[in-house]
């Protein structure tokens, strides 16, 4: 090596510090014996800080930019030890790099579940979870406060901490909003800028802020969840006895299309039988050589029987013949005050109304007074 490559290495020292980690908050940069020559060049990029530390005393902060490491633009420097030496004499300092950018995606949420009071539910206990930023805002404290001389510090270092407070805030500021648990979906901005403000002056304290928090989800014990659900039905529902008219009349649906196939079939039967009677009337008989007698006249067609549905507390059942329903009244099973239906009829009606049906309560007395 030649002395001008020598003198070169000695005066030229380039300080500067790339990180590619995503997630490293301080970094110290390494040199043997902590050797830092008069004359180096410091490179702070954007989003860095670098902190200088001479003999445990914090020295100076710089910014983004390029430095000459020199007593000429650096004053604050021009106490230090060996500065006038030159390359014969460097003098021993670290320098920290901080990372001044957004960390973002952290999460936070409650461990436990919190107890709030609802005007609505009374007591409950509520979950709740989101996101959070954390920046460095003042370097040199956060250096003193919380990194000490640790060469390389990260994010998970101090999260669980920053994560703790959170919670904290966030329990004491639910607690004492008074905000229904039904309208907290609604606040949860404003509940997110609640705690922030809170926790900032603990923060600050670290020489950090936080930037953004949100509030994602807060949740109820699923015992509370399932009475909502349970009341949001019954609002679905609406009026309960018109619920119960309308699932009376989809049952009536389905049972009266096979009595209305049994009425059909018997009518079917009955015009047969007619029909028969006609043909051998007089139109349909062949002509006699002598004066027929006169013919019989062909008794008129049975009347036809009606059969009943019964409907009792919102269901129905049947259906049902006549002589089955004067059984039913016999027994006591069919009522003057029970609603029935049969195919032709105008909706359901009391048996009582009912004309065919009123003869079978006619055996009985009817109800004493007041009964």
């Known amino acids: 090596m030649g002395i001008f490559d020598f003198l070169t290495g000695e005066f030229i020292d380039v300080i500067h510090w790339v990180d590619d980690t995503r997630d490293t908050m ?178 600050a304290e670290y020489g950090l802020m936080l930037p953004e928090l949100y509030i994602e989800n807060i949740s109820l014990p699923p015992a509370v969840e399932e009475v909502m659900d349970k009341r949001s039905s019954m609002g679905v529902i609406g009026n309960l006895n018109e619920y119960m008219q309308f699932q009376a009349a989809e049952a009536l649906g389905r049972d009266g299309g096979a009595a209305a196939a049994m009425q059909a079939g018997m009518g079917a039967g009955l015009g047969m039988q007619m029909g028969q009677a006609m043909s051998a009337g007089p139109w349909g008989a062949k002509p006699a050589a002598a004066a027929p007698a006169p013919a019989a006249m062909a008794p008129p067609p049975p009347p036809v029987e009606h059969v009943w549905h019964v409907a009792e507390n919102g269901a129905t059942s049947g259906p049902f013949s006549k002589a089955k329903m004067g059984r039913m009244v016999s027994e006591g099973t069919l009522t003057r005050d029970t609603f029935v239906w049969t195919a032709g009829q105008d909706g359901w009606m009391k048996a009582e109304d009912v004309r065919e049906l009123a003869q079978l309560f006619t055996i009985l007395p009817p109800p004493p007074p007041g009964a």
């Open 26 to 203: 301080v970094s110290r940069f390494e040199r043997e014996g902590h050797e830092i020559k008069y004359g180096a060049k410091l490179t702070v990029r954007e989003g860095q800080a670098a902190v200088f530390v001479h003999e445990g005393q914090l020295a100076d902060v710089f910014t983004p930019g390029l430095y000459m490491l020199e007593t000429n633009n650096m004053p604050i420097m021009t106490t230090l030890q060996h500065w006038d030496h030159g390359f014969q004499s460097p003098f021993k300092s670290e320098i920290y790099f901080v990372n001044t950018t957004r960390f973002n995606d952290l999460k936070w949420g409650t461990k436990n579940p919190i107890i709030a009071r609802d005007p609505e539910f009374g007591p409950v206990r509520l979950r709740a979870f989101g996101t959070y930023s954390v920046k460095v805002s003042d370097p040199a404290r956060f250096l003193v406060e919380i990194v000490g001389t640790d060469g390389e510090f990260t994010m998970d270092e101090i999260s669980y901490q920053i994560r703790n407070i959170i919670v904290q805030e966030f329990s004491r500021t639910l607690a004492k909003s008074g905000i229904p648990v039904l309208d907290m979906a609604a606040n949860t901005r404003e509940l997110s800028q609640l705690v922030a403000k809170d926790i900032s002056a603990q923060l």
